[in-house]
């Protein structure tokens, strides 16, 4: 079964929104979890590492006070796209790993699409 | 056969056939790969890993293959079922700073009845 649940699992809202997107880990906690943006058939791209108690890190050309991320508990990282515009528009999907060390499988959320009008 | 799009490679492949995907990946100093499975609308499945100490590995149906030596990996699925219609990712795991999954372009599978 999912071990990372995300929701909602799709928005419609208008332009100029602020949307919030929750991830959790279901049955494990996950001081580190991810989040992805995909446009339609393109390949996941890493926007975000969220760390649980400290700040996000921020992968190159994201804008990290349009997407804010709050990594509260060991168990819920949120995904905030503040302001949205048509632009921001996409999948995003989040991810958690069960095992603090490295070299094991990140588990994905079933994503959110995002629509902005 | 096997074709690239403007964005996704595909393949097509009769039901109870073999199927391959293939991968190439860029950083040398990766040490641990993943094969994903995404269904329309979906988020990605873990299908199986393998770590750079290793050049192949088996599961159900699935078999991973890595040379390092040229940097590609392969997906190999026996025996391909309908269900198995989807995009495969494979990812590599990139060490240095911060740990972090790179995803490849995906290749779209078909699989016709």
């Known amino acids: 079964g999912a071990v990372v649940s995300q929701h909602p699992s799709r928005v419609i809202c208008k332009s100029g929104t602020s949307v919030k997107i929750e991830c959790r880990s279901l049955?494990?906690?996950?001081?580190?979890m991810f989040w992805y943006r995909q446009f339609p058939k393109q390949s996941l791209m890493l926007m975000a590492t969220?760390?649980?108690?400290?700040?996000?890190?921020?992968e190159q050309g994201v804008e990290k006070d349009k997407f804010l991320i709050n990594h509260a508990s060991l168990t819920l990282s949120t995904l905030t796209v503040t302001s949205a515009h048509p632009e921001d528009s996409s999948f995003y999907i989040c991810?958690?790993?069960?095992?603090?060390?490295?070299?094991?499988?990140?588990?994905f959320g079933d994503g959110t699409r995002l629509s902005i009008l | 056969g096997e074709s690239v799009g403007l964005h996704l490679p595909t393949l097509s492949v009769q039901e109870g056939d073999n199927s391959i995907i293939n991968c190439a990946y860029s950083?040398?100093?990766?040490?641990?790969f993943i094969w994903y499975k995404q269904e329309s609308g979906k988020g990605p499945q873990f299908i199986i890993d393998?770590?750079?100490?290793?050049d192949k590995r088996q599961g159900q149906r699935v078999t991973v293959l890595l040379n390092k030596t040229v940097k590609h990996l392969s997906l190999q699925i026996a025996a391909t079922q309908p269900g198995d219609s989807a995009v495969y990712f494979c990812?590599?795991?990139?060490?240095?700073?911060?740990?972090?999954?790179?995803f490849g372009k995906g290749t779209k599978l078909t699989v016709n009845p």
């Open positions: 991810s958690a790993r069960r095992d603090r060390t490295s070299n094991q499988p990140q588990h």
């Open positions: 049955d494990f906690q996950a001081t580190t």
């Open positions: 969220s760390n649980e108690g400290s700040k996000a890190t921020y």
């Open positions: 950083n040398s100093a990766s040490d641990y």
């Open positions: 393998i770590r750079s100490n290793m």
């Open positions: 990812a590599e795991n990139r060490q240095g700073g911060s740990e972090k999954l790179v």
